[in-house]
Each structure stands twice: as C-alpha cells, then as structure tokens.
C-alpha cells in the first residue's frame, strides 16, 4: 500500500502554515483507503535550535494536541514521537556514511546560516552547530525507515526531499534494493503560506498567527496583516496581497472568486480582514475544545504517543536489522 509520512519540529507553537502545508492535507491522506500513514512529533530535530527542555515538552504537547484535533485518528494511522525510535538515530548512522558532504555543504538551511555569518564579517560557521548541518541526514532517516512513499510538505522542505532520496539511491546502490524513493507531495495553493508581514510563515521570522490562539487574539493578529495604503472603495491587487493567499488557503474556490471580485470593487482592508477572520474561525472554533481537553490532559496523550511508538517499532526493529546485516555488522539478537 501507499505509504505516507511527514513530521513537525517541536520547536514551538503550533501555527496556520504547519496547518494548511502539511497537518489538514496528512490528516485528509490519512482517510484515502489503501494508503498507511506515518505522523510523528520531531523531537530530535528540535534540538538544533532549542536548549530549553521546557519549551520542547510544551511544543510536544501543543503539537500532538494539535494533530488529533485536526481530526487524526491514532488507531487508523501511526502516531508517534521522533525520540522514541531509537532506531531512528542508529538509521542516521547508517546513512551519515553513504552521503556526501558535498550534498550537505548545499542544503538551505545550513547556506543560510553561512550566508548570514559571512555577511556579518563573522567566521563562516559561527553559532553553527553539526545538528544543523546534519539535519537532512537525520530527516531522511524518518523517512526511509518507513519506506514512505508520498511526503506531504510545505515548498520549504523540497530540497530535504530530494536529498533524502539521493541518500536512499546511494545506499541501495552500495547494499541492495532496501528503500522506497520517497517523492515531496505539495498542495499547491498553500505550499508556502505568508505570515503577518508577508514573509513566508515562520517560528524563525516571529511573523506567525497560531492555530489555536483565543478568538479575539485571532482577531487582533489578523488585523496586524500587512497591506498597502489603498483607501476604500479604490481596487486593490490580489497578486502578492498575504490576506488574499491566507483566505484562499482556507476558502473554497467559489468563496475565493467572491473575495477576488470584493478586491476589484475596492472592499476596504478592515472588511477583508473581517471575512477572513471568520473564515479562519469557522475552522478551528470546532477543533479548539478536542485541542485544550489534550493540553488539560497530558497523559492521556502520552499514552497514545506511546502507543504509536510500540507501532511504529514493531516495523522500524526488524527493518534496521536487515540493514545491519545489509552494511556488514552483526546481527542483534
Ligand atoms: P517544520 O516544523 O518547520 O514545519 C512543519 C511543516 O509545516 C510546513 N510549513 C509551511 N507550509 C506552508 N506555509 C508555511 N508558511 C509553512 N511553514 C511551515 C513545513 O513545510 C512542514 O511540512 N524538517 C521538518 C520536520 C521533519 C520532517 C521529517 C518532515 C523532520 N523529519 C520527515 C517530513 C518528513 C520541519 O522542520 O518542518
């Protein structure tokens, strides 16, 4: 069957761009019959970016909350927490030692923060540290251990993508046919969601609108949306409006068309602003009492969590058997 996978860094709260890019079109995969689904909290990941060990758990939290009141059914799917895989890192190991440095050297995330050294006349890898430039390795980790066919993702994480199935074609070609090539799936009205200012969505530009903020925070935020300086009744330019993409990534066509035609007769910025406040609250509001009885009630979704584990091992233990023996070391028992 098809499988499909995909994960959120626990590295924060849990906001509309996680949502539309990869938690609403994973938990919709998750119910296409003939199809395995794999979702799991990125606890390892977080690391590189987080030294607070109480920001982690509190991110844990709110993001497995997040994911089972968006509708994910935990005995339908595989639910489980990065960290308690411990084949995971032992995979890493494994497929740290078939990747090339040079592929490494190239990924995004890592140039970006080189960039921004070079830039600052600091050493090239100042406050860089070897998580950061590991990070494609470890990501493809979770994705080969589970073989996963389909990665639904926002654009940001295409290139991860894309290495994670260049390391599984090098170990295959060294050791034999052991992984599936995983391929990227982005929904493309929402693959990059704009935050506040008009940036991409993102915990690292502070320009983010959290899923499941108070409603009248929601209302506040959404006023805070960048726009230009056009007075009513003057049209305004959909193209490169974030108000305008937002609404789209939450509105049905038929809907978005309306919206498309208020811009052309000049609706003011106060009542766009107003149709997708409540657009977006007409989305959550149902999920926000599943949301806090999970944050109210943290062991019982640590029992899930720990459950998805056990289901997740159950494939992940005898899998990195077989590539123990495929790499040459002994076999545990
Ligand atoms: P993370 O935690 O940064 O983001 C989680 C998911 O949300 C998507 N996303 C967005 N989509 C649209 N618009 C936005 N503004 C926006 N911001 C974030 C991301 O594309 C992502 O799909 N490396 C990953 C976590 C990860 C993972 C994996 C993903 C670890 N292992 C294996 C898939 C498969 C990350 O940091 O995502």
């Not at 890592?110 to 600052?120: F, L, R």
């Not at 070897?130 to 251990?145: E, K, N, Q, S, T």
């Not at 409540?278 to 009492?289: G, K, L, N, Y």
Request: with cysteine.
């Amino acid at each position: 069957s098809l499988r499909v996978l995909t994960g959120i860094t626990t590295s924060g709260t849990p906001h509309l761009g996680n949502y539309v890019g990869a938690i609403r079109p994973a938990v919709r995969a998750s119910l296409v019959s003939g199809s395995e689904s794999f979702y799991f909290l990125a606890d390892y990941h977080a690391l590189i970016k987080i030294d607070e060990p109480a920001r982690i758990q509190q991110s844990t939290l709110e993001i497995a909350a997040t994911w089972l009141a968006a509708g994910l059914d935990p005995a339908r799917v595989t639910f489980y927490r990065q960290s308690d895989i411990p084949e995971i890192p032992e995979l890493t190991w494994l497929l740290t030692c078939v990747t090339a440095k040079g592929i490494l050297n190239r990924a995004h995330a890592y140039k970006a923060s080189v960039d921004k050294n070079n830039a600052a006349g600091e050493d090239p890898d100042a406050d860089i540290n070897a998580g950061l430039f590991m990070y494609p390795v470890l990501m493809a980790a979770d994705i080969l251990m589970f073989n996963a066919h389909k990665v639904p993702v926002g654009r940001d994480q295409i290139q991860h993508i894309e290495m994670a199935r260049d390391i599984a074609q090098r170990f295959n070609h060294l050791y034999g046919e052991h992984f599936v090539l995983p391929e990227a799936a982005i929904e493309e009205s929402v693959a990059t969601l704009p935050g506040l200012d008009g940036r991409k969505m993102s915990k690292s530009y502070d320009n983010t609108i959290p899923l499941f903020t108070p409603r009248e925070q929601l209302r506040k935020l959404i006023a805070g949306i960048v726009t230009d300086s056009r007075a009513p009744g003057e049209p305004k330019d959909t193209e490169g409006s974030a108000l305008f993409q937002i609404y789209q990534a939450f509105a049905t066509p038929e809907e978005t068309e309306t919206l498309r035609k208020a811009y052309a007769d000049g609706i003011a910025w106060g009542d766009a602003k107003q149709m997708l406040f409540e657009r977006i609250d007409q989305e959550v509001a149902p999920m926000r009492a599943t949301y806090q009885s999970f944050i109210d009630n943290p062991g019982k979704l640590e029992d899930i969590l720990l459950a998805g584990a056990a289901k997740a091992r159950k494939l992940a233990t005898p899998f990195t058997a077989d590539l123990r023996r495929a790499v040459g070391l002994r076999n545990l028992t």
